[in-house]
């Protein structure tokens, strides 16, 4: 008999967290993933506590990642959970993930995929050797109107791409917040987040964006990071020029201190014929713009939209989906996946589009060539 | 022992159903409910079909909605569902909905919440033997932003309500799909939709809303209804003027055949001091006008919020939720109402607000009074 | 030798003025009209300072409309003026214009054209006599992306048309401002503004909008009209429920007192294959809405618009016109076909497009039916 | 006796040319300019009928600049021009302009303000030689909401200013339109437009308009410029990175190929509070975020607005004014200027606010800063 529903776990993501909630609300949506057991917390009192607040079976609530590998591992096949969500500070990615794969099971990870370019590059070592599949939960790739886009410049329709320009102000580390916000804490603390701030928790969605959508590679970049805030430790801001493989040109802004923005993602791709332009604030729409015709209002839900964005859609136009269900369809993909190849099943291309080991691969090779690049007098350093 | 998650069935909803999908959607996102057992379609081999598909427990795939009802009540108490959520056409509303009733279970249904009057009657009347708890699903009133709305209305913040602008265009009845789309179809047969086409599908949640965040109630109206495309049975557009009982005026328009709109529910109201906009399609921004001063634009998500905003919103401000997170809203309110009284808690005012039974009658009032009205050469009829 | 510059006198808007200040603007802008004389105020003191002001020759500074036009009638052929411009408050419309018709001066006219219907009867059969010219300053229609709106109708893009909705929402006598304001003191008095307030003043710019963009002719209509602020004596707004000669459906809200808009003008069409969309205050842009295509966003000052909307406009896409260039081509086009006229040419259609005096009495027509309307128990006004 | 209207002549906008007859729009607008003579050509026959269509008096029309500027020279105090615009390609700027302050005539000019540097520091010291005064159209800097941006944080509004984003993409050079298309020509000709296409053209108004705002200097920069056309002489794309003078950082982005895009110049500004956001294509709205408070919506013609913005706003809130209203109020400041000097008077703050010479000399600055950066291994290049 086929597997019908997918067996999670999860590490970190307690009272308080939240980015574990959205990973648990991301998972639940569609029905297709059950949530069984957890490792919630490193303190394992509040791994208690919090398992036992999201109902999960109490001889399946963990005080240790360890422990919870282990004792997984020991199940039979129709208990054994399928894969463990890895919702840790990024400090704390790499261990879990690697004894996790050790052990037989598939890892979804938040990005950045590690501490250390290093970590990701073991990472993606252990991938191949195992056969096993980390999903990277780069949220953005997500969403319909971006697939959408991304299909029509694969199909051609904007010609050649010339120009990219994404940007991904927030406003919320304005001010020194991280006295008193845990969720800032460790992101403005190079013992916990690595190297990078701005650039490490939303430059790296921005730069997988712009390669996702475009199907460009970045070749050289030339980046100026600063930290705006009195006595912040990584940087809050940073501009980057960009070129990519087709020698089309490009900029990338992130900043955590453009105050008064929220999470305003955004991307624009020129091409000889036309472009693109995607807000996540407003996801449901694409414009579409065209050299000599009018600009084209994309909406998900609509029936002319391309199988690879429709299979990201739930509901008609005009309903609107938002950032968990682009989580979800991150999710519902994986765990397609991972169904069909328990069921020796070849996955579709669809399903199988979601970030994987190497997009984390990327990520911290960016990471590294923007800290290199800041620090240098030369314009342009290699990626 | 507290009851931690609060145990669900489901009457209708099977394969190629919109809405019923939805409702599990919602009320899964949380984490709150389990989705127990199910009589998901009038068809016994389809009900067994979809009940499979979606992981049900053999025993709890029912053929009948009366096998089911049945049957659970028949269950101990911490096996036994809670509430049955009823997602089946408007005719197909009140038997399943008594039946649940008169057997203990609280009830989840879709609006209007009968095929005429006499039924919404007769389960308000059962209610209020019974104790037990009816809940409309008005999603609309379900968006933060609606409540952050009502909120700022409630608080006097712009003066005495003058003007109410409620509009609900839709354009995908534009063409007779009846013939071959089922979820058109039943919606224009007067047989399974009831008397009124566009207003008691679509018109009913714009008058819900309009009294909702307004705090006031439509008094008199005057209605224009009429079927734009040929052949069709039930009117698929109309215009309504409103009178409301502190003497505001208003417009209702509702339609299904404004080529080229999506679901475009809009709200206006304008008091002495100023105004809100809020826009279904943008659901996490609200527009506060105001007489002297710029225009602001209040967001999901951000901590100048009002609490009864706040407790309806999981994410940041800039990560948009939609239509299935303010569904999952009522989901969430009525499912800890229902945990509260499990508990012998008394559940807070903003947990309490979901649409119920009364708002079922007021809404069938509505169509009645409206039907009424485009009949009559009298100007105004009394609601 | 044919004549290069159209010469113009006006009649009112002396210091303080604003709409007369708008007539000189939009006269002088695209450099084909001069300004020749004015009797600018009824107060004769006023008169010449107002004129002084203005840099008038002393000779034609007039003391008042009677002194003006007798004097100008006297002149030679290439100084005499061409035509009045009557900018006065609307009970001062009438006795100017008359005595220009009739002194062989064409005449610009605000709208609405007159006091009372009679008047306006007794203009139109006055132009029929004289063969003379009244253009009336519908500024709307003078918009290029609204004539663009209208050339799509006509072309029959949008199919048989179903549903019309305009409004006019208002904000700035929300209060009682008319003991300050000049501007407003006039508007809401009877013996100075006629009988109407909201509808007089913009209801009759939307009732105009909606019948020259659609082609199409209110037939019948019901009215509730209300003065919201103690103590005003004309209605401050109302709703209007319209039928068309096609048996199109649409609604007209008009409103002096939603607290917070300030000159919101918006038309949407719907036909059977889409719809338009327009907005005054972001006036060059026309959203076209189709019933399985993208929405498209036509953009003023784009090669792919229709040669009569290109006609009205200056200026390449991206560079904003705004309401004095819509004021500008009404008289552009009135001032055009003069010269035609004069030069004994046939001016051709796309330059004869601006209001007239059949527009004026259709204005003055609606103000009566609405106000009828509005005094009625029946549902139904015949227009 | 005070003057009352200047005087102007123009060089330059005959027949066929667009931003000549923008010039003469701009003028005309607030009837305080008379347009008295002209050398529209450098082609005597077309500057003779440019001028007939215009209806300039047959002696005051030149065949060339430098007639003109000797006959107006002699003509008495109260027929002599004040100022003469020079609407030429840029490579045509400097000579007549010199000309004509030798002359005793004041200057409006186009930018760049001069072909090279080397021309605009010669004029910029006979500036200061003859006390005559060049002002410089960077249109932008003439919109209402632009000046009320630039007071807000002059005021400290916004804090501490960190970040600056300018953007200025056009598409109309996607293709190679230069061989049909005359405005295309020059500006791709480094013999007409200078060393800089792109960057020259409209990266100049984004820079200006950057420090105009938040009252900065750009202090380095780091330019990367490209052809993106086949056969183009001169960049049509570039993206700058940008440090100012309180160590802010920034973007420039300016491109003729984003293929879609009108005139899309858009401005953000960040400071330790909140943040400005202005967009050329709809003007006459600034967006204002701050960083714990709702967004506003400033708009132009409401009461809340500094009196350095409402001094160049004609119109009530709702009404609105563009490009043309823009230019018009650097004319109207330009020439009121003018007459405060003429009647020996000191013109007010508001009065001066015009681009001058100095802007000129940095524009041109600036485009060598960017030219030498592009060609640059060296990330910073002094400006």
Known sequence: MSIKKIRMGMIGGGKGAFIGEVHRMAAALDGGIEFCCGALSADPDKAVTSGEALSLPADRIYGSYQEMILSESQLPDHQRIHFISIVTPNFAHFEPAMMALENGFHVVLEKPISFSLEEALLLQEKVKQTGLLIC?????SGYPMVIQARQLIADG????????MVEYPQGWLSTRIENDTPLAAWRTDPEKAGQSGCMGDIGTHAAHLAEYVSGLKITKLCADLHVFVDGRRLEDDGNILLRF???????????QVAAGEENALKLRIYGEHGGIEWN???????????????????????????????SNIRLP??????????FANIYRNFSATLQHMSNGQEPDANMQDF?????????????DTVLHSSRSDQKWTDF
Not at 245 to 255: K, P, T
């Open 136 to 140: 990277l939960t780069h949220t953005y």
């Open 157 to 164: 329709k904007l010609g050649k791409i010339r120009k990219i």
């Open 245 to 255: 493989d087709n020698d089309a040109r490009g900029v990338l802004s992130a900043s």
């Open 280 to 310: 996540q604030q407003e996801p449901n729409t694409l414009l579409v713009k065209w050299l000599d015709a009018p600009v084209q209002i994309y909406r998900a839900g609509q029936g002319y939209l391309a199988d690879a964005a429709k």
């Open 317 to 326: 136009a005009g309903h609107p989906e938002g950032y968990i269900e682009a």
């Open 355 to 367: 970030p994987t080991v190497e997009d984390g691969v990327r990520g911290m090779q960016f990471i």
